[in-house]
């Protein structure tokens, strides 16, 4: 059976054939955030259909949260039992069919358990595209992790976008069912390529020759330094979600805007993190790691202090934008730097710490935008990237370049 590689065996891939990966495991990325965007922007007329308040459609994104957590523990032991390749080919799958059940629920329980599997399956691709980029980074050793993120926020624009421009021509359903046809046709392409090769082998360093019992004591001492790392993946991907789930709502109902510009709130924020993951590779080359870090913390912050307590609509689109521009770049640092210190284990800590983030979140805004408001919830953002950058400056040594 094709889907069964219990040994999750490393293969020599040739560079044509890498290139081939390359491309597979980048459609990944950018369908994961175009599902994801697609589905965010309808939640405005989710949250309409199903009557909720907004912390009852808090506890109904908690069920996003809650399969997607337990699902990143499970995907770690089922990419390494059956290998990432054939794991995210399954889970895309199984995210595409699940994004068209939101429109057919008429209370917060029953999306909240539809959202239940939907999230079970957006942890569970988001850990194994990941460990499958990692692979790939290892085996070029290129820095080109920013490119595979740039790749999710790119289609979380095209998704938006999209979802802006069908939002008063088609239902949610419809829109949605259109989202898992195209899912299941880039699924199937995309797929044949990923399934087609193991993970490449690593390149060898001299690094590489040395025993592993060194490299266990050094993955020991440093765990510490790869949670803290987990928390800027955590920090920055907490904004994410937050832009993510209640941006389009924070214009639309605080500023006013019609649904196609309340849309346009998180591509703007998409559009900006995309060309800040862009040109990620020419930033770290000219600040360093922890310089990157603690300017993108502080630009975010400020960024999104005037995204969420600006009077108008135009200024909080600028700061969705500013927002975008200054946390692009700590996600992939966050996860890099915890690979580097821990290997594949840490890479798995960082990118649960910071999934967990951006699922466990936007509940956690909902929450509080019943206590006191919306704008005010959404300065959490700006506080969590102002953490962000304090741990850059007292970590700087620990970040390196």
Same mark, same amino acid.
């Given at each position: 059976?094709?889907?069964?590689?219990?040994?999750?065996?490393?293969?020599?891939? =040739?560079?044509?054939?890498?290139?081939?990966?390359?491309?597979?495991?980048?459609?990944?990325?950018?369908?994961?955030?175009?599902?994801?965007?697609?589905?965010?922007?309808?939640?405005?007329?989710?949250?309409?259909?199903?009557?909720?308040?907004?912390?009852?459609?808090?506890?109904?994104?908690?069920?996003?949260?809650?399969?997607?957590?337990?699902?990143?523990?499970?995907?770690?032991?089922?990419?390494?039992?059956?290998?990432?390749? =054939?794991?995210?080919?399954?889970?895309?799958?199984?995210?595409?069919? !699940?994004?068209?059940? +939101?429109?057919?629920?008429? !209370?917060?329980?029953?999306?909240?358990?539809?959202?239940?599997?939907?999230?079970?399956?957006?942890?569970?691709?988001?850990?194994?595209?990941?460990?499958?980029?990692?692979?790939?980074?290892?085996?070029?050793? &290129?820095?080109?992790? =920013?490119?595979?993120?740039?790749?999710?926020?790119?289609?979380?624009?095209?998704?938006?976008?999209?979802?802006?421009?069908?939002?008063?021509?088609? !239902?949610?359903? &419809?829109?949605?069912?259109?989202?898992?046809?195209?899912?299941?046709?880039?699924?199937?392409?995309?797929?044949?390529?990923?399934?087609?090769?193991?993970? +490449?082998?690593?390149?060898?360093?001299? !690094?590489?020759?040395?025993?592993?019992?060194?490299?266990?004591?050094?993955?020991?001492?440093?765990?510490?330094?790869?949670?803290?790392?987990?928390?800027?993946?955590?920090?920055?991907?907490?904004?994410?979600?937050?832009?993510?789930?209640?941006?389009?709502?924070?214009?639309?109902?605080?500023?006013?805007?019609?649904?196609?510009?309340?849309?346009?709130?998180?591509?703007?924020?998409?559009?900006?993190?995309?060309?800040?993951?862009?040109?990620?590779?020419?930033?770290?080359?000219?600040?360093?790691?922890? &310089?990157?870090?603690?300017?993108?913390?502080?630009?975010?912050?400020?960024?999104?202090?005037?995204?969420?307590?600006? +009077?108008?609509?135009?200024?909080?689109?600028?700061?969705?934008?500013?927002?975008?521009?200054?946390?692009?770049?700590?996600?992939?640092?966050?996860?890099? &730097?915890?690979?580097?210190?821990?290997?594949?284990?840490?890479?798995?800590?960082?990118?649960?710490?910071?999934?967990?983030?951006?699922?466990?979140?936007?509940?956690?805004?909902?929450?509080?935008?019943?206590?006191?408001?919306?704008?005010?919830?959404?300065?959490?953002?700006?506080?969590?990237?102002?953490?962000?950058?304090?741990?850059?400056?007292?970590?700087?040594?620990?970040?390196?370049?």
């Amino acid at each position: 059976m094709p889907l069964i590689n219990k040994t999750r065996s490393h293969s020599v891939v =040739p560079g044509q054939g890498r290139a081939g990966l390359r491309t597979a495991i980048t459609a990944f990325f950018a369908l994961d955030g175009f599902i994801f965007a697609g589905w965010v922007v309808r939640i405005p007329d989710i949250k309409q259909q199903t009557h909720a308040s907004a912390g009852a459609l808090g506890l109904a994104l908690l069920g996003v949260s809650a399969g997607a957590v337990l699902t990143m523990t499970l995907t770690g032991r089922l990419c390494r039992r059956y290998g990432s390749h =054939p794991v995210t080919v399954v889970c895309m799958v199984v995210l595409s069919l !699940s994004v068209a059940l +939101p429109p057919l629920t008429h !209370s917060a329980a029953a999306l909240g358990t539809v959202l239940l599997l939907f999230g079970a399956a957006y942890g569970g691709a988001n850990v194994a595209f990941n460990s499958a980029a990692v692979d790939l980074v290892a085996a070029v050793r &290129r820095p080109i992790m =920013p490119s595979f993120h740039a790749a999710f926020s790119l289609g979380g624009m095209i998704g938006a976008s999209l979802g802006g421009l069908v939002a008063g021509a088609l !239902s949610p359903a &419809r829109h949605l069912l259109g989202l898992t046809l195209a899912g299941l046709l880039v699924t199937a392409i995309a797929g044949r390529a990923l399934l087609r090769h193991g993970p +490449p082998a690593p390149a060898r360093t001299p !690094s590489s020759a040395v025993g592993t019992g060194g490299d266990g004591a050094r993955r020991t001492g440093s765990r510490g330094l790869v949670v803290v790392f987990g928390l800027v993946a955590l920090c920055t991907a907490y904004g994410e979600g937050a832009m993510a789930d209640w941006g389009a709502l924070h214009l639309q109902q605080d500023l006013a805007a019609s649904a196609g510009t309340a849309a346009a709130g998180y591509a703007c924020f998409a559009l900006a993190m995309t060309a800040g993951r862009l040109s990620g590779s020419v930033l770290l080359a000219r600040l360093g790691r922890a &310089r990157t870090v603690i300017a993108g913390g502080t630009v975010g912050a400020a960024g999104m202090l005037l995204g969420s307590l600006a +009077p108008s609509v135009w200024a909080a689109l600028i700061g969705f934008a500013v927002t975008g521009i200054g946390l692009a770049n700590l996600f992939p640092v966050a996860v890099e &730097r915890a690979g580097a210190l821990a290997g594949p284990s840490g890479v798995a800590v960082a990118s649960t710490l910071g999934y967990g983030g951006m699922l466990l979140g936007p509940p956690a805004i909902g929450f509080m935008a019943d206590w006191f408001s919306l704008p005010t919830a959404l300065t959490s953002v700006a506080a969590l990237a102002a953490v962000a950058a304090a741990v850059g400056v007292s970590t700087r040594r620990a970040m390196g370049g």
